[in-house]
């Protein structure tokens, strides 16, 4: 018991005393030839910082994995021996040179993410295998193209979240230790010292790059890490539940692993709105190209400090490290734990860290249905998708009410006419097909309405006059199971537009109250304050206008202190010193039309108080063409 205890101190502090000596020597060496980061949005270190320190932290896992597997130590269950350590020093050597070019030169995303595939490609053949799938062995290419994918992800998910002071090293030892406990519960104890080598490693390192750093680890030991964590991840996987195999490790890697889906589903929507190409104020967007909207910046941009949002983060982790475990623990019970995690997770997903990725999605699909060719797809998808809802709401009346017969789809091909053509026949009347759904008011959606009620009517009495001698009341009970299903469906489907419209502008409020720039105001709670507010939200998807929208105010007393487009009213006009004093508040924007007497009253009240004043109208202007002064008419009057 005391020989494997030494053994697995020896390899820890071989890992620890190894990284702790070299990462001073890289980081002489690295601002010797010129390899440093320097400050810029998306690092918010204040001086020139060495990075490449990820060579020290490689080269001591390194080291331990040779006392751990080379020494003549008593033999333990586990995989991870000599020959695995053998065959994973060649791609973590190669991902290395990558990572190393990458910080001292540079390297075209694409090339990078070429000699990561190449790494993990190696991996492969050197034994990393998934193995079996819901029971079934894999297919060898299949179980390539998914250790491929998976060794990418982690990879990628610690090279996108290294971008803080301690952070990356923090989440890989955290990590490290929840697949130690998890490797532990399988009984494979000699799996654990590969991680204890890599968690000395991390340890000391972290004495160098802890708040202020002095190194980064850069590329070279973000994806070395990723490499490591992913492949010795890849031991957990068991050939009996394979769900429960794969959702353990990705909890225990949640918090790299959720911030590289959020960049990948938040970069993918900027990209599809502006198609990917730069634009005037706009840099070009794509899934490879960097932002300042990970999980760090936001926490930071909150206005904590860099310390506590790396500690936040890691206590994140560890949460969710601790959830692995019990899942292991209690695999039984692991279905239930599952599904709390996944409900918890959802939950603090849409609540806290999705807003700018729900506000993205929504500006992609709202600018989507704008396009032509899709308003065209979409205006020929109606028709198609009232078919099949009434089909499919038929089909479930006479389920119902008939069961499953031998002649059931007979009838139901006889009844559909019955039950939709007067529908069908009354949307193309009232030109519901020609209408654009993503402009209309609620007139149209009344008008929508009222006709499908009326045409389910027509289609009733011409159910009873078929067959009247049937129970009346079951035809009665089929028609509102029919309008029950069918009608919500069709007008959520018209509705879709403005859902998405109204989830911008609620993303967009959320997101603007932890956000930077000029405090500001709107004045107005009207029509014309929800068409700035959607205008905004739309026009802006990607980057900031500089506006930091606060709140509103109003003279209508009775709207204070409530919610109105997302913002709370705050107060009226004489409340505008204190809102200054309490909330910073730097600009008010008009979006109503004022009394003369109301707007020389805020004029006074904004040059007493030092504040920016600005207007927002749509308004007619009329065209000189005959070289004579003509006046604007408001189009609110």
Same mark, same amino acid.
């Given at each position: 018991m005391f020989s494997y205890l030494a053994k697995y101190i020896a390899v820890f502090l071989t890992g620890f005393v190894a990284t702790y000596i070299l990462t001073p020597i890289v980081r002489s060496q690295a601002v010797r030839f010129g390899v440093v980061d320097l400050p810029n949005e998306r690092r918010p270190h204040k001086r020139p910082t060495a990075r490449g320190g990820g060579l020290a932290v490689f080269l001591g896992f390194h080291a331990a994995c040779l006392v751990a597997v080379a020494l003549p130590w008593p033999k333990v269950a586990g995989g991870l021996d000599f020959d695995w350590w053998r065959r994973f020093l060649v791609p973590s050597l190669l991902l290395l040179v990558v990572g190393l070019i990458d910080d001292i030169r540079g390297m075209r995303p694409l090339l990078k993410l070429g000699g990561q595939a190449l790494a993990a490609a190696l991996v492969f053949l050197g034994g990393g295998r998934f193995g079996v799938l819901f029971g079934y062995q894999?297919?060898?290419?299949?179980?390539?193209?998914?250790?491929?994918?998976?060794?990418?992800?982690?990879?990628?998910?610690?090279?996108?979240?290294?971008?803080?002071?301690?952070?990356?090293?923090? @989440?890989?030892?955290?990590?490290?230790?929840?697949?130690?406990?998890?490797?532990?519960?399988?009984?494979?104890?000699?799996?654990?010292?590969v991680l204890l080598g890599l968690i000395g490693g991390c340890m000391a390192f972290l004495r160098y790059n802890l708040h202020p750093a002095s190194v980064f680890l850069g590329d070279t030991g973000s994806m070395f890490i990723g490499l490591t964590l992913g492949a010795v991840s890849l031991q957990t996987f068991t050939k009996s539940t394979f769900i429960l195999a794969l959702t353990i490790p990705?909890?225990?890697?949640?918090?790299?692993?959720?911030?590289?889906?959020? +960049?990948?589903?938040?970069?993918?929507?900027r990209m599809y709105v502006v198609g990917g190409q730069a634009s005037p104020g706009r840099k070009r967007i794509g899934i490879m190209q960097a932002d300042v909207d990970h999980l760090h910046h936001r926490l930071l941009k909150s206005g904590l400090s860099t310390r506590r949002?790396?500690?936040?983060?890691?206590?994140?982790?560890?949460?969710?490290?601790?959830?692995?475990?019990?899942?292991?623990?209690?695999?039984?019970?692991?279905?239930?734990?599952?599904?709390?995690?996944?409900?918890?997770?959802?939950?603090?997903?849409?609540?806290?860290? +999705?807003?700018?990725? @729900?506000?993205?999605?929504?500006?992609?699909?709202?600018?989507?249905?704008?396009?032509?060719?899709?308003?065209?797809?979409?205006?020929?998808?109606?028709?198609?998708?009232?078919?099949?809802?009434?089909?499919?709401?038929? +089909?479930?009346?006479?389920?119902?009410?008939?069961?499953?017969?031998?002649?059931?789809?007979?009838?139901?091909?006889?009844?559909?006419?019955?039950w939709m053509t007067p529908?069908?026949?009354?949307?193309?009347?009232?030109?519901?097909?020609?209408?654009?759904?993503?402009?209309?008011?609620?007139?149209?959606?009344?008008?929508?309405?009222?006709?499908?009620?009326?045409?389910?009517?027509?289609?009733?009495?011409?159910? @009873?006059?078929?067959?009247?001698?049937?129970?009346?009341?079951?035809?009665?009970?089929?028609?509102?199971?029919?309008?029950?299903?069918?009608?919500?469906a069709i007008l959520c489907s018209r509705m879709a537009y403005r859902f998405v419209d109204e989830l911008v502008n609620w993303s967009r409020a959320k997101s603007d109250a932890t956000g930077e720039g000029t405090r500001v105001v709107l004045y107005g709670t009207g029509g014309r304050c929800w068409l700035f507010l959607s205008m905004r939200a739309v026009e802006n998807s990607g980057r900031s206008d500089g506006n930091v929208i606060i709140g509103m105010i109003d003279d209508?007393?009775? @709207?204070?202190?409530?919610?109105?487009?997302?913002?709370?009213?705050?107060?009226?006009?004489?409340?505008?010193?204190?809102?200054? +004093?309490?909330?910073?508040?730097?600009?008010?924007?008009?979006?109503?039309?004022l009394k003369p007497e109301t707007r020389k009253h805020l004029e006074q009240m904004a040059a007493k108080n030092r504040l920016q004043l600005s207007e927002w109208r749509f308004e007619e202007r009329a065209i000189n063409i005959h070289g004579e002064a003509l006046p604007s008419f408001d189009s609110t009057q």
């Open positions: 894999l297919p060898l290419f299949l179980d390539f193209l998914m250790v491929e994918f998976w060794l990418l992800a982690v990879i990628n998910a610690f090279n996108l979240i290294d971008g803080l002071d301690g952070l990356a090293s923090g @989440l890989a030892i955290i990590s490290a230790l929840g697949l130690c406990g998890i490797i532990a519960l399988e009984h494979l104890p000699s799996n654990v010292l990705m909890l225990v890697l949640g918090v790299p692993i959720y911030d590289s889906l959020l +960049a990948i589903w938040r970069r993918s929507a949002v790396a500690t936040v983060l890691c206590l994140g982790n560890a949460l969710l490290v601790a959830f692995g475990l019990l899942m292991t623990s209690f695999q039984s019970h692991a279905s239930g734990i599952l599904l709390i995690v996944l409900l918890a997770g959802t939950y603090v997903l849409l609540r806290h860290f +999705a807003l700018i990725e @729900l506000r993205e999605t929504g500006t992609a699909l709202l600018a989507g249905l704008r396009r032509p060719t899709h308003s065209t797809f979409v205006a020929l998808a109606y028709p198609v998708w009232d078919v099949v809802c009434f089909g499919g709401a038929l +089909a479930v009346s006479m389920w119902f009410f008939e069961g499953t017969t031998v002649m059931f789809w007979h009838s139901w091909l006889l009844d559909l006419p019955v529908t069908f026949i009354l949307l193309a009347i009232s030109e519901t097909y020609i209408t654009e759904w993503t402009r209309v008011r609620l007139r149209e959606i009344l008008k929508l309405t009222f006709t499908l009620q009326i045409g389910l009517l027509i289609s009733l009495a011409i159910a @009873l006059l078929i067959d009247p001698y049937n129970n009346a009341q079951q035809w009665f009970m089929r028609a509102l199971i029919i309008g029950g299903l069918s009608h919500p209508d007393v009775t @709207l204070h202190s409530r919610w109105i487009y997302g913002y709370k009213v705050l107060g009226a006009i004489e409340d505008l010193p204190q809102l200054v +004093a309490s909330n910073g508040i730097l600009k008010v924007i008009i979006v109503e039309e």
